[in-house]
């Protein structure tokens, strides 16, 4: 009798070359550095049961937040920073004017 493989052993190992999610990530996340560390902090995260949807998300977002403000490579979080601090769970920004810009356009009355 041939004894098939279980589905759990068919599984790539999280944050390997092999694992789709891992390598969606990579490919979203705007900085590439760090790779060794954000392998071990992605595994953990989807270790810990977190939906790799979710950091996939966060990382486009957080990408597409850096393009908009053209922010500096070198400003950029490293990956595994980005994994530790579950960034993915952050509020996106707001684009445009922010706090600091309302001396610019209200009127002097509204200035402080």
């Not at 990579?26 to 060794?36: H, V």
């Not at 980005?82 to 960034?87: A, D, I, K, N």
Request: proline content about 8%; hydrophobic content about 30%; aromatic content about 12%.
């Amino acid at each position: 009798m041939i004894e098939l493989p279980s589905a759990k052993a068919r599984q790539p190992e999280s944050g390997s070359d092999d694992d789709p999610n891992w390598l969606r990530f990579w490919d979203a996340y705007p900085r590439k550095a760090s790779k060794q560390g954000a392998r071990g902090k992605w595994a953990k995260a989807i270790r810990e049961g977190v939906d790799p949807e979710l950091i996939i998300a966060g990382a486009i977002r957080y990408a597409d937040e850096m393009r908009a403000k053209r922010t500096p490579k070198d400003k950029i979080k490293h990956p595994d920073g980005w994994l530790y601090g579950r960034r993915w769970e952050d509020e996106p920004e707001t684009f445009g004017r922010g706090f600091n810009d309302i001396e610019e356009c209200a009127p002097e009355e509204f200035n402080w």
